[in-house]
Structure formats: structure tokens, C-alpha cells
């Protein structure tokens, strides 16, 4: 069973969750008027769609919302840059540390907007996990060095960066020891 270690950002996922029900409301709205109140066949069907439009949003964001961006089952640290999980082995995993990088949220206003990231160094003898393609939007994976984008996780303080480290290292020695 995996471990959540790093969640993803509930206030920025929440606005899509918000959106979405507001769009399947306003749709099933449309729809249920449109078919009994004005008898418009098409602006029902159009209202449908917008409903099915509003449902599939809050059915991905939701998913999206609950999905963690760092997972450990004892053994292994899962990686969520990518739509499936990338597993790699926790021997190889040296440590955890704060860095600072563009949020890549889009838009012009934000365009040079920085947030803080977390940054997971992977050991020099792991050649095999050096670079990885990921979602550019999520994060970057190059040289060695695995960034996680603020914009998307959880609010990055000491204290979190402290406990991916303190987690680390315990699931490091329990690897390790013989009774697993």
C-alpha cells in the first residue's frame, strides 16, 4: 500500500472543482428549462452537453485533487510527473531540498511568476535515473535532480521538506533491515 507523502494543492484544484459544478448546474439548468419551460428540443440537448461537459471536468479535477505527487510503499518512491506513476527505487533517492523555479501556470500576468519547488537529488551512481521525460507543466526531471513545481503540491515550507527527509531516511533503514 502506498504512503502519500506530498499531496497535491487543494485551493487550486478546489476553483476547478467549484467551476466544474457550476457548469454541470447551469447545464442540467439549461436543459430541465429548455425541455419543460420553452420546449426547445435543441437548447436541451445543448444543455445536456454543457451538463456532460461539467460532470467530466469535475470527475478529472477531482481525481487530479486526490492524487498525490509523491508516494513511498516501503520499498519504492512513486513519482507523479507523468500520468502514470514513475517507481523508483528508494536506495537511489539521496534527499529532499527547497528550490525556486517558474509556477508554468500560464497566461501573461503570470508568465514570470516564481514559486517555490521541491527538489529530490537522486545518487550519482543511479545512471539509469538520470533523466526522465515528464509533463513540462508538472515538473523536470534532468541530470539527476527530480523538480516538483510548487504551482501543483502542497504548500512548500521547512517543515515539509523536513519530514520528506525524516520519512526518507526512515524508509530507507526499514528497506534495509533484514525483517524488511
Known amino acids: 500500500m502506498n504512503i502519500c507523502w506530498l499531496r497535491s494543492n487543494r485551493r487550486l484544484f478546489g476553483v476547478g ?9 447551469m447545464g442540467a439548468g439549461l436543459a430541465t428549462a429548455a425541455y419543460f419551460y420553452l420546449g426547445g428540443f435543441a437548447a436541451a440537448v445543448v444543455g445536456c452537453m454543457a451538463a456532460a461537459l461539467g460532470g467530466w471536468l469535475l470527475v478529472f479535477t ?5 492524487r498525490p505527487w509523491l508516494s513511498c ?6 513519482i507523479y510527473l507523468t500520468p502514470a506513476p514513475i517507481q523508483i527505487p528508494l536506495e537511489v533517492v539521496e534527499c529532499f531540498f527547497r528550490g525556486q523555479g517558474p509556477a508554468m501556470l500560464g497566461g ?5 511568476a516564481e514559486v517555490s519547488n521541491i527538489v529530490i537529488r537522486l545518487a550519482e551512481r543511479a545512471r539509469d535515473w538520470k533523466t526522465r521525460a515528464v509533463v513540462a507543466r508538472w515538473g523536470q526531471w534532468q541530470d539527476g535532480y527530480i523538480i516538483i513545481r510548487g504551482s501543483w503540491c502542497e504548500p512548500i515550507t521547512r517543515e515539509l521538506i523536513d519530514r520528506l527527509n525524516r520519512d526518507l531516511a526512515q524508509a530507507q533503514k526499514k528497506a534495509k533491515s533484514p525483517s524488511g
Open 73 to 78: 510503499d516501503g520499498e519504492s518512491l512513486f
Open 17 to 25: 472543482v467549484v467551476l466544474s459544478i457550476m457548469a454541470l448546474l
Open 62 to 66: 477531482l481525481r487530479a485533487m486526490l
Open 108 to 112: 501573461p500576468e503570470a508568465k514570470d
